[in-house]
């Protein structure tokens, strides 16, 4: 792979009158991983700021671009989310399947080893962004690449490639797997585990003796979204442990944080008389049933006894909250309707609600 490098330099070093700026920022990742790779004084990398919850890595071809990117980056004050270091001579030091996006910063020049690369270290339905102009020789290299057909961004100088979703990896959208119940993967990817991808906190959880601080554990486009308790582990004296709950929605293949929403009335408090019964007896049964990923939707109950939300996976934007679903307990999706279990006294029933008219 030692050409990745030496093409990469050739590429950089072609003479261009065209501004460093990035593509349009509505075709960015909004949160996750980036790499930008031969950023003159880290104009790119900085540029692409603007995009909350990212984390921007510049490699450059040698030194001399090396400090001058980190006295870019030192100058803004942005030193953490933005980070430089050498492009090796063989590889892209990332695990696979780990980043959103990769920027190149001049012309179309790769060959189909660096492309091959390039797609290795892009997590499914990443970007490669390319600046330059599409030919007919970039195209096929693309396709023998494994990526996605090339398109020219409009009215910009930049080429954006897909990684497409790979057929072997499912997805998991309730809590058994589908709204069918039956808690088995279509996946043929999975394995024993090889290595860490990532390791995100809480680290400790609270008692053993209480219930789990994390629950309701779904995942869709590469975004995991789950219920977690991020209070204190542990207190002096006899006080009983406090709560701090949070929707979360995270990158599945990096770990990023991308957003999270407070929820006020939720945890043992809200369904049991002490903390210390951990007996399935006491825990609502149907409580990991209240999250539901499907394409970049997520659907949840913000509160042990408010109605379902519809929320923006890529933002954690609440987009609307369903009239009549109060104290819902389980939800399941399934042909844009949403099927709900709701109690209503000392009964349940079941009803249905059109996405997005929110008609019951």
Request: negative net charge; proline residues 7%; glycine residues 8%.
């Amino acid at each position: 792979m030692r050409r990745f490098q030496a093409l990469l330099a050739a590429c950089l070093t072609l003479p261009t009158v065209v501004q460093a700026q990035p593509p349009s920022v509505g075709e960015l990742p909004i949160g996750g991983i980036s790499v930008v790779i031969g950023d003159d004084d880290a104009e790119i990398s900085l540029s692409l700021l603007k995009q909350p919850r990212l984390v921007v890595q510049s490699l450059c071809r040698d030194e001399e671009q090396l400090n001058n990117t980190r006295r870019a980056i030192r100058a803004a004050g942005v030193y953490g989310r933005v980070s430089a270091a050498l492009l090796p001579s063989d590889h892209l030091p990332y695990a696979d399947n780990l980043l959103n996006a990769v920027f190149v910063a001049n012309r179309e020049l790769l060959d189909k080893t660096s492309l091959s690369e390039i797609n290795r270290v892009l997590a499914p339905l990443g970007t490669l962004y390319v600046r330059g102009t599409i030919t007919n020789r970039f195209e096929g290299l693309v396709q023998e690449a494994g990526l996605d057909m090339a398109r020219q961004q409009p009215d910009t100088n930049w080429i954006q490639v897909a990684k497409p979703w790979p057929a072997d990896i499912d997805q998991w959208s309730h809590h058994l797997h589908g709204a069918d119940g039956n808690p088995v993967a279509n996946d043929r990817r999975v394995g024993p585990p090889k290595h860490y991808q990532w390791i995100g906190g809480p680290i400790w959880a609270q008692s053993h003796e209480s219930d789990s601080n994390l629950r309701c554990l779904v995942t869709a486009r590469g975004r995991i979204y789950y219920i977690v308790n991020e209070a204190p582990t542990s207190l002096a004296g006899p006080q009983s442990p406090p709560d701090k709950w949070f929707l979360t929605g995270r990158d599945a293949f990096n770990g990023v944080e991308l957003w999270k929403i407070p929820i006020e009335r939720w945890g043992w408090r809200e369904w049991k008389p002490s903390w210390f019964t951990p007996r399935p007896g006491v825990i609502p049964l149907n409580l990991d049933k209240r999250v539901v990923a499907v394409g970049d939707e997520v659907y949840a109950t913000l509160g042990y006894h408010a109605g379902v939300s519809k929320i923006d996976g890529r933002t954690g934007e609440v987009l609307q909250t369903y009239e009549g679903t109060e104290d819902t307990s389980e939800i399941l999706y399934l042909d844009t309707r949403l099927y709900l279990t709701v109690l209503r006294g000392d009964r349940a029933a079941v009803i249905a609600v059109d996405t997005e008219s929110g008609q019951t």
